[in-house]
C-alpha cells in the first residue's frame, strides 16, 4: 500500500523524486503582481537625473532633418552641417581612399541628384569637381559633361551649354543627346547655321527623326528671317546715316550755331535734353525745312511750355497764336495773349535780347548772338510792359 502526504503543492513519487504540481490561473496572477510591484520598486530607487543627449521637444522635427539618416535633402552651400554627414563627405570624397574614377562617379551622382530636384547650380558644382578630376574613363567625362550642359540649359545659360556640348563631342564625337542640345542651344542664341550642322549630323543616322526634322526646318526658316532683318536693318542704317549727314549740313549752311560744335557738328550735339522732348529732335520735313523742338519759359509763374514742332520758316506770333489760341489754366487773369507778349532770349554772355515777333525762327537762330544749347532752342515769355517784365529786364541790367 503506497503512502502520500502533501509537500506545498509537490509530490514525491516511488523512485524519491520531487514531482512539480502546475500552477493555478489564481497563482500565476499573484506572482505576476509580485513581479511588477518588484520592478516598480527597483526603478523608483534608481538616480533621477535628467536626460539630456535627446533633441529638444520644440523642435525635434528640425533637428531630425539635418541628420544624415533623416535628412531630405542636402545641406546647402554655407549651412552648417550634421558632424556625421561631414565625416561621411570627408570618406565618400577622400582621394586616398578612392580612385580618381570612383571620385567622379560619387560628384556625377551627386550632381544627379540636385538635378533630379532641379537644383541646377548645386548640380553643376558637383559636376564640376567630378570634370577637374580628369578620370580619364570617357563615358564618365563624357556623361559629367552632358549633365552639366544640361544643368545649363534649364537655366537658359545656353552659351555656357553649348560649350560643354562641344567639349563632350570632342571625348564622344557621335554622343547623340549632346548633339540635340546643342542644336538647341545653337536654335536659341539664333546661331542657325550652327544649329542646322548639328541636325544634319543626327539626320545622318537617322533620317526619320521627326523632332530634329522639325528643328532644322525652323532653323532653315529663321536664318532666311534673320538675313531679311540683317538687309533691312543695313538699308535703314545707311538710310538714317544720309539723312544726318544731310541735317548737319543744312544746319551748318544756314549758319545756325550749335553749342560745344566749335566748327564740327555732330548729330549727338543736337539731341534734346529735357525728357519731354527726347524723341523729338530737330529733322528736315518734306519741304527741306528744319523743324526744331522749342522751350518758352514763363518767369512769372516758374512754368514751361515744350512746342515739340516749330518750323524755322513759322513767325513767332503765329507761333504763339497757336499756343495761346486757347487760354491755359494757369493765367487766371487772362493777360498772356500773342500780341500782349515779348520775347527774350539770353545770350552765352548772359545778356538779354528781345526779338521782332514778325520774324520767323531761323532768323532768330542766324543771329550771331544766339546759340542753340542742348539742341532746343529756348525763349523767354513775359506780358508785355507788365511789372514781372520790368523786374526781369532790371535783374539782367544789374
Known amino acids: 500500500m503506497e503512502n502520500s502526504k502533501e509537500n506545498d503543492g509537490n509530490q514525491e513519487n516511488i523512485d524519491g523524486q520531487v514531482k512539480k504540481t502546475p500552477m493555478t490561473d489564481e497563482e500565476r496572477l499573484e506572482l505576476a503582481k509580485k513581479l511588477d510591484a518588484d520592478l516598480d520598486e527597483f526603478i523608483d530607487s534608481l538616480p533621477k537625473n535628467k536626460y539630456t543627449d535627446g533633441w529638444p521637444e520644440d523642435r525635434w522635427e528640425e533637428e531630425m532633418d539635418k541628420h544624415p539618416f533623416f535628412m531630405k535633402e542636402p545641406p546647402k552651400p554655407g549651412q552648417e552641417v550634421h558632424p556625421l554627414y561631414e565625416g561621411l563627405q570627408k570618406l565618400k570624397y577622400d582621394p586616398e581612399e578612392n580612385e580618381p574614377e570612383e571620385l567622379a562617379e560619387s560628384y556625377k551622382v551627386d550632381g544627379n541628384f540636385n538635378f533630379k530636384h532641379k537644383n541646377y547650380r548645386l548640380a553643376i558644382l558637383a559636376y564640376t569637381e567630378g570634370i577637374k578630376l580628369k578620370c580619364g574613363n570617357p563615358d564618365i567625362e563624357s556623361n559629367l559633361l552632358n549633365n552639366r550642359a544640361a544643368s545649363h540649359f534649364f537655366l537658359k545659360n545656353y552659351r555656357s551649354s553649348l560649350k560643354d556640348c562641344e ?43 521627326r ?46 550755331h550749335i553749342d560745344g560744335s566749335k566748327g564740327n557738328l555732330s548729330i549727338d ?81 548772359k545778356k538779354i535780347r528781345k526779338i521782332d515777333l514778325e520774324k520767323s525762327l531761323g532768323d532768330i537762330l542766324k543771329s ?31
Request: a neutral charge.
Open 269 to 349: 550735339k543736337l539731341e534734346p535734353h529735357f525728357p519731354q522732348l527726347v524723341h523729338n529732335r530737330v529733322f528736315l520735313d518734306e519741304s527741306n525745312s528744319l523743324v526744331w523742338p522749342v522751350v518758352f519759359f514763363y518767369p512769372e509763374y516758374k512754368i514751361m511750355d515744350y512746342i515739340q514742332h516749330f518750323s524755322e520758316h513759322t513767325k513767332f506770333l503765329e507761333q504763339l497764336n497757336h499756343v495761346f489760341e486757347t487760354n491755359p489754366e494757369w493765367d487766371t487773369q487772362n493777360a498772356y495773349r500773342a500780341n500782349d507778349l515779348s520775347v527774350y532770349y539770353e545770350t552765352p554772355k
Open 167 to 209: 567639349l563632350a563631342l570632342k571625348i564622344k564625337p557621335d554622343y547623340e543627346k549632346v548633339l540635340v542640345r546643342a542644336a538647341n542651344c545653337c536654335f536659341h542664341m539664333k546661331q542657325y547655321k550652327k544649329a542646322v550642322d548639328f541636325c544634319d549630323i543626327i539626320l545622318d543616322k537617322q533620317k526619320d527623326d
Open 211 to 256: 523632332d530634329i526634322l522639325e528643328l532644322r526646318k525652323k532653323c532653315v526658316g529663321a536664318e532666311k528671317q534673320k538675313e531679311r532683318d540683317e538687309r533691312r536693318t543695313e538699308v535703314e542704317t545707311k538710310k538714317k546715316a544720309r539723312e544726318e549727314k544731310a541735317l548737319l549740313g543744312e544746319i551748318l549752311s544756314r549758319g545756325y
Open 368 to 398: 550771331k548772338e544766339y546759340v542753340i544749347f542742348g539742341g532746343t532752342p529756348s525763349f523767354i515769355i513775359l506780358v508785355k510792359n507788365s511789372r514781372t517784365e520790368e523786374l526781369f529786364l532790371k535783374d539782367y541790367e544789374n
